[in-house]
């Protein structure tokens, strides 16, 4: 009885934290003003984070927190500060058949990957590394599949960081 | 005794193409570079959702590392791109992809 109402829970949560990511998502791209949309932008950030805590990754949920919604939005949010676009928000969304066609063609690109999900049940080899103690010590499991098995890639992503910093800074200086 | 089923992963993996699916119409629609962007970052998401989704029901922990590389190119890939967007409207004074159409002026 306790384990149903839990899972009862389970599915309750998932299915309004679906609806307003994709109520957020659907705002983020129909909005004029790329404040509001950045701003939605967030909170579809943050209900993605309450689903990777319903599927047990509690490391990626506070990740995500951390840098997609504080960092990078942060990081758009001053852009768009920076910039003068009055102009472009005066404009406003204009129709045309080159939208129209696009966003068929994305329609047509959903039916394949919900045909390609529902038609056959997802397989793969299953692992052996999430037991039901790492769930509870998630973090600690990734740490150590991290700096074990994943070392190299994760010194090549330092790397990127540091060229991606170097090159931010080299961009945005004013030509002398 | 009637026992709820637990949420399957088919749903998580249809949500996660919804919001790709609705990050693909928006770079495809929008003109502004900022929110085509967004789009973009809406995707990468979108994948991380799904690669979180694998990592839990095939019970490996290779997903989430996936997702903690994607997550790392991605705020990597916002410095440079937010740089690039500052300096077009430096010279161009303006951040329509359609009026950026040159590699070089």
């Not at chain 1, 990511?21 to 932008?41: C, D, E, G, Q, Y």
């Not at chain 1, 599927?55 to 852009?79: D, H, K």
């Not at chain 1, 500060?81 to 102009?87: R, T």
């Amino acid at each position: 009885m306790a384990e149903n109402i839990g899972t009862l829970f389970q599915w309750l949560i998932f299915l309004g934290v679906a609806f307003i990511s994709i109520l957020a998502s659907l705002l983020l791209v129909t909005r004029k003003n790329p404040i509001h949309s950045a701003l939605f932008l967030v909170l579809n950030f943050l209900c993605v984070a309450v689903l990777y805590i319903l599927l047990y990754s509690q490391f990626i949920a506070i990740i995500q927190v951390v840098v997609y919604a504080g960092a990078i939005v942060m990081l758009i949010v001053f852009v768009i500060m920076l910039l003068d676009l009055e102009v472009e928000l005066r404009s406003g969304l204009k129709f045309s058949y080159t939208k129209l066609i696009g966003g068929f063609l994305a329609l047509f690109f959903f039916l394949g990957i919900f045909y390609a999900v529902v038609a056959k049940s997802p397989t793969g080899k299953i692992g052996s590394s999430y037991t039901s103690e790492n769930i509870t010590n998630n973090v600690k499991a990734v740490g150590e599949v991290l700096f074990t098995q994943y070392l190299f890639p994760f010194e090549i992503v330092s790397i990127l960081l540091v060229v991606a910093m170097v090159g931010a800074v080299i961009l945005s200086k004013k030509r002398a | 005794m009637w026992v709820v089923p637990a949420i399957p992963p088919a749903l998580f993996l249809v949500l996660s193409g919804i919001l790709f699916t609705i990050g693909v119409i928006g770079a495809l629609t929008r003109r502004n570079a900022i929110v085509v962007f967004m789009c973009i970052e809406l995707m990468l998401n979108s994948v991380n959702l799904s690669f979180i989704t694998f990592s839990r029901f095939l019970r490996s922990m290779d997903g989430v590392l996936f997702a903690f590389f994607v997550i790392a190119v991605a705020a990597a890939e916002a410095a440079v791109g937010l740089a690039i967007f500052v300096m077009l409207y430096r010279s161009r004074e303006t951040i329509n992809v359609d009026e950026i159409n040159l590699l070089k002026w």
